[in-house]
């Protein structure tokens, strides 16, 4: 907590002090400071002192700060820290805007690790054929030998029908799995339910309490309408603790789909440009899984009345925009030592009059134990609202994330624009776009830019290749900035 609200040791009293022992502490303290400085509003020294005394001998504004202080103690099963980019902010009659920086780790002691269940889910339609499918079947084999024995896989692939390759158990015989899948030829069309389907049962053949449960999409195209039933699918497979990431090979995905169908889990979505970096991609994400340390972290999005999220970012372990349409904010899984970072931009309601404002984080996660299933971390943040505020700087890892997460934003405004037909408004964001990105030193994703504006210009709309190189180089950038000041 901030030593300015730390009211018992301002008033040299112990938690348990009585109201006259208070009485007695603030007297003695106040005697030493002159008639002329007994001045809140311009003896900040003195406005610490009277503010202690105010609440700690008001018996109801005691109550809640004693409950406040409870609230703050560390945690001994997750360490959750917030920082704010303001921790007080002035009176006013207009809407005012506060980033909150969530980090959340597993506890110093060593934890016990879940064995993976993990189901690869193949897009094997004709559009896979030659180098996409050949790649992903190499990605594959490397996975298949680095599963421990104690994890179980699942393989399917699918076009417009699915096939169980592997059925989920134990990799006993990895170069039987990797047979099985080298018979696999593209062919059909695309129906992305038909796959997510066929996996979730093979997830669901071993005790999911007892494992750590992931589903990992590879598709190269769009799904053929069965959109609503994929999206349903990954809301009840959440809700049994199955996370959901999906990968995009080529450009002719739907991007947006991808990001709804992981959401529900606090997956990853993620931009695979050429085959050959299909390796890559898979087995960072599979690194993760293994250290599971607790799963499903969701996120309340009601903070206190006066303060909404009006948008939120995952920043590690993986870079991911936060949903904001349901009670929780899905922040996916903790994984191992790697810490769960996230931003959250919040609007503050007018506030007329000083106050002090309580913002309630809280963090439900299901933690491997029958002692620790659906366990809620609480912390509270205060936020004060005063008359006078000193000019601060935010801290600098929350203006670098904010920094790029607005180029990411600013990204996609700009497919907003073309989708709406605002053309000019759409080409002006894009040079401001590509300005900030040449500041930032991004030369490649600058220039990329400048040819999506031309682009706009002269054909109403940005490429394919081009819309997703900028959605997701963006999006990695927010990641890299909260590794660079960690």
């Known amino acids: ?87 007080r902010i002035k009176v006013s009659d207009t809407e005012q805007v506060v980033y ?22 193949l897009d094997k339609s004709t559009s896979m054929q030659g180098s996409r499918l050949s790649h992903v079947k190499t990605a594959v084999e490397l996975i298949v030998n680095k599963l421990a024995p104690t994890d179980t896989l699942s393989i399917v692939s ?21 047979g099985q899948l080298r018979g696999v030829q593209a062919s059909g069309g695309t129906e992305i339910y038909q796959g997510l389907q066929a996996a979730v049962k093979e997830l669901r053949k071993v005790d999911l309490a007892k494992h750590t449960n992931y589903l990992i999409l590879l598709t190269d195209g769009h799904t053929y309408g069965d959109v609503e039933q994929c999206l349903e699918l990954a809301r009840r497979a959440a809700r049994e603790n199955i996370g959901i990431s999906a990968f995009g090979l080529g450009t002719e995905w739907n991007d947006q789909f991808l990001d709804t169908l992981v959401s ?56 991911q925009p936060l949903a904001l349409d349901d009670e929780f904010l899905k922040l996916g899984n903790l994984e191992g030592r790697s810490p769960l970072a996230a931003l959250l931009e919040l609007k503050i309601a007018p506030s007329p009059t000083e106050t002090r404002l309580k913002l309630n984080i809280e963090v439900i996660a299901h933690i491997p134990g029958p002692q620790k299933r659906e366990q809620a971390f609480k912390q509270a943040h205060p936020l004060m609202v005063l008359s006078d505020v000193a000019q601060e700087m935010p801290p600098e ?20 624009e073309v989708e709406a037909g605002r053309l000019d408004v759409a080409t002006t964001r894009m040079h401001h776009l590509s300005t900030r990105l040449l500041e930032a030193g991004e030369t490649e994703l600058a220039h990329q830019a400048q040819q999506e504006m031309d682009q706009i210009s002269r054909a109403g709309t940005m490429s394919l290749a081009g819309r997703k190189k900028l959605k997701y180089g963006t999006r990695a950038l927010i990641g890299k900035a909260k590794k660079k000041h960690d």
């Open 397 to 416: 890892n929350i203006v670098e994330a904010v920094r790029v997460m607005n180029m990411y934003r600013m990204n996609e405004k700009v497919w907003q």
């Open 264 to 319: 529900p889990s606090g997956g990853q979505s993620n931009f695979v440009e050429q085959p050959g970096d299909i390796v890559q991609h898979l087995q960072k994400r599979i690194q993760g899984l293994g250290t599971v340390y607790a799963k499903n972290l969701q996120l309340k999005a009601t903070l206190h009345r006066q303060a909404t999220i009006q948008y939120g970012f995952k920043l590690e372990p993986f870079a």
């Open 1 to 87: 907590m901030d030593k300015e609200f730390e009211y018992y040791a301002i008033l040299g009293v112990a938690p348990q002090a009585t109201l006259e022992e208070i009485q007695s502490a603030f007297a003695s303290l106040r005697v030493k400071i002159p008639k002329e400085k007994r001045d809140k509003a311009k003896n900040p020294a003195y406005a610490r002192l009277a503010n202690a005394y105010e609440v700690l001998s008001d018996p109801a504004r005691r109550a809640t700060y004693d409950s406040l202080l409870a609230e703050t103690k560390s945690l001994d099963v997750v360490n959750l820290q917030v920082t704010a980019s303001r921790d």
């Open 100 to 121: 909150l920086l969530l980090d959340i780790s597993p506890p110093a002691q060593d934890t016990k690790q879940l064995p993976l269940n993990l189901s690869l889910v």
């Open 158 to 178: 699918f076009s417009d029908r699915a096939d169980v390759d592997v059925p989920a158990g134990k990799v006993e015989n990895p170069t039987a799995v990797v």
